[in-house]
């Protein structure tokens, strides 16, 4: 008979920020499309189809400053067929980061256990950043535009869990990005998909093996 595998030792925890610990960018996103008539999805789209070179890409891996970045992203929207409005959005996006009180007092527990909790986001320099109140809630915190690496590029998962010491196979990832959680299941991370706040802080609890939330 096969021996079952022994149950993982997590020592720490990795979230995103926008769409995980803070309100999310995509709902804004799709709000502000729908506002302003643009096609369902242009802007994700258009994120994605631009990879690495694209105006998105090279304003979260610090290369380009938020005149800059309105600039390069309003033309290549324009190439694509639609006008968008880069310094509005970023706006939208911005005011909709609001931080979910459930994700944070689930990072306060966690550090409590005595595991550590680190943050991963994809932002940008003069606009994009977080509070200090907010980066003090986590033992590392690493941003693409301060590294000049952006999430899914594998390095930067890489370096966060230099940052905090632990190998992949302890280490749990929440992004609300698919695309974002690929590289780090590779690497041996845990990764949970964030839809719905409470239903992904109930699969945490039951990879880490203790409570999270508040008892209803």
């Not at 729908?34 to 090279?58: H, M, T």
């Not at 459930?102 to 994809?122: E, F, K, P, Q």
């Not at 940008?124 to 809630?137: C, I, K, P, T, Y």
Request: neutral net charge.
């Amino acid at each position: 008979m096969r021996a079952s595998a022994a149950p993982r030792e997590f020592a720490a925890v990795v979230f995103d920020l926008g769409g995980v610990v803070l309100g999310s960018p995509l709902h804004a996103i799709a709000r502000f499309e729908r506002e302003r008539a643009i096609p369902e999805g242009f802007v994700n789209r258009l994120v994605v189809s631009g990879g690495q070179s694209g105006a998105w890409a090279r304003l979260e891996r610090g290369e380009l400053d938020l005149e800059a970045f309105h600039v390069a992203f309003d033309g290549e929207c324009e190439r694509a067929g639609c006008r968008v409005g880069a310094r509005e959005l970023l706006e939208r996006i911005a005011a909709s980061s609001q931080p979910r009180p459930a994700m944070l007092a689930a990072v306060a527990r966690i550090r409590a256990r005595g595991l550590s909790a680190a943050a991963l986001t994809n932002n940008w320099a003069g606009g994009g950043g977080a509070s200090a109140d907010l980066r003090e809630r986590f033992d590392v915190f690493v941003e693409s535009s301060a590294v000049g690496l952006r999430k899914p590029d594998p390095r930067i998962y890489h370096h966060v869990l230099e940052r905090l010491g632990v190998p992949a196979r302890r280490a749990a990832f929440l992004d609300d990005i698919g695309r974002n959680l690929k590289p780090a299941r590779e690497l041996g991370m845990a990764t949970i998909r964030v839809g719905d706040p409470d239903r992904a802080l109930g699969e945490l609890e039951a990879l880490l093996g203790f409570p999270l939330r508040e008892p209803a």
